[in-house]
């Protein structure tokens, strides 16, 4: 199935369509985007990232919050690596993703987080 593209700043780009792994990864970087709580149809969907929002973030719980927003995608089975890079002066949360999908194949990409709330 096809759907829009979307842009890293979240705007839908309504002349193009993705489908297949880059619609997967557009959609993992899409759930890392979400607030959990933010979708009022289900109040567990996204990234919690209230994890990150404290004056030191736990990397152990940082880690696993991503682990388990990118396991809310159905096409995951495996969650292989989760990296982030953090920057508090900027409010700017980088992650780095790497899964494989029920087929078997393994692909990642990086998600950008602006403005998080600190």
């Not at 969907?45 to 719980?61: L, T, Y």
């Not at 388990?68 to 990296?83: M, R, T």
């Not at 982030?84 to 987080?113: C, K, P, Q, S």
């Amino acid at each position: 199935m096809h759907t829009f593209k979307y842009n890293d700043d979240g705007d839908w780009v309504f002349n193009e369509l993705v489908h297949g792994d880059e619609k997967l990864i557009q959609n993992l970087k899409h759930l890392l985007r979400t607030v959990v709580g933010e979708w009022m149809f289900n109040n567990n969907h996204g990234f919690r990232r209230i994890v990150i929002e404290q004056k030191i973030p736990n990397k152990k719980q940082v880690v696993q919050a991503m682990h388990d927003c990118l396991y809310q995608e159905p096409s995951v089975a495996e969650v292989l690596s989760v990296d982030y890079e953090f920057n508090r002066i900027r409010r700017h949360l980088t992650i780095n993703f790497r899964v494989r999908t029920v087929e078997g194949r393994e692909i990642g990409g990086e998600a950008i987080v602006n403005q998080v709330g600190i």
